[in-house]
């Protein structure tokens, strides 16, 4: 089965990939999430609950823009030039995954007010909360088009497939080769202790 573009370089470098682009940015997105709960419910000051928002807040937005620069840098521009995209969801996960890159961008800005200066608390929280609701929907969209086979959005489907088996075959045809070299080499070492015990018994 073919593999998505976002799927391939979640799974290049395993598992450090995986735990920057999936694991990372979750967590720092779910404890927002967690945190502005907390200090939306509650009745009094929350100051270490408040400080923990505004770091995981300010922070989120950095890393996903180095996220998003390495992203377009070795998977965007690299599949553009060599011509790996496979059909519409190929295209769906990749895009986006550099769409949750903006709300995320976006809501650090405003924890450091270079926007929306004038609004009040209230009205930056909402903005915040609309933030961090799209960067989920489009950072999970992103997972779920890229785990999908991508020649289920592709009219050529057959062809492509056909095309992977045949780059794939001289790997396999290598794979088969040196396993049947190891058996002969088994075999041929079998037959050698056999003559071996032979001679000796003869003595």
């Known amino acids: 089965m073919l593999m998505t573009q976002y799927m391939s370089l979640l799974m290049a470098n395993s598992p450090y990939n995986l735990i920057l682009f999936m694991v990372v ?3 720092i997105a779910e404890t927002i999430a967690i945190t502005e ?11 270490k609950v408040q400080g923990l928002n505004s770091i995981c807040t300010f922070i989120s937005g950095i890393v996903m823009l180095i996220l998003g620069v390495f992203f377009v840098k070795e998977l965007v521009l690299v ?4 011509n790996l995209w496979n059909g519409w969801i190929d295209y769906a996960s990749a895009l986006c995954f550099m769409v949750a890159v903006i709300p995320l961008v976006l809501m650090s800005l405003l924890q450091v007010n270079l926007i929306l200066r004038k609004a009040n608390k209230r009205s930056k929280m909402a903005v915040k909360i609309v933030l961090l609701s799209i960067y989920l929907v489009t950072s999970h969209a992103a997972m779920v088009f890229g785990m999908l086979d991508p020649t289920l959005g592709m009219t050529n489907a057959p062809q492509v497939i056909e095309n992977s088996n045949m780059h794939n075959m001289p790997m396999k045809m ?29 003595k």
């Open 25 to 27: 940015p979750m967590v």
């Open 37 to 47: 709960i907390v200090l939306l419910f509650s009745s009094k000051p929350l100051p």
């Open 79 to 82: 599949a553009n030039e060599k």
């Open 174 to 202: 290598n794979m088969e080769h040196d396993s049947m070299d190891m058996s002969s080499m088994n075999h041929d070492s079998s037959k050698s202790d056999e003559m071996m015990n032979c001679h000796e018994m003869s």
